[in-house]
């Protein structure tokens, strides 16, 4: 999984008909900080997720498939989760000297 920040939304007068009910958007991999690690690209939208969430991205085509239920979506990334909030433990340094 890719912790990504949404960047937008795609729209298009003419898809794909496989891509009928789902929404496309841009997504920016980003660390836990929030700060930009790497290229923007698309996501199939399985969580109704907008522009500035930051959501957990899965870049593989059997998990889309199993997600969406069609084998024939042409992508490979799928937002799978909506980050509600994050935590993270970072191990105290051993002071002994």
Do not use: Y
């Amino acid at each position: 999984m890719i912790l990504c920040k949404v960047t937008g939304s795609i729209v298009s007068t003419k898809k794909d008909p496989n891509f009928q009910g789902f929404k496309i958007m841009s997504v920016t991999p980003v660390r836990p900080d929030g700060s930009t690690v790497g290229k923007p690209f698309l996501a199939i939208d399985a969580t109704s997720s907008g522009k500035g969430d930051t959501v957990l991205v899965i870049k593989d085509g059997g998990s889309l498939q199993m997600i969406t239920g069609s084998k024939k979506i042409p992508e490979n990334a799928i937002i799978a989760a909506v980050v509600d909030n994050l935590e993270i433990d970072i191990p105290e340094a051993n002071n002994e000297q």
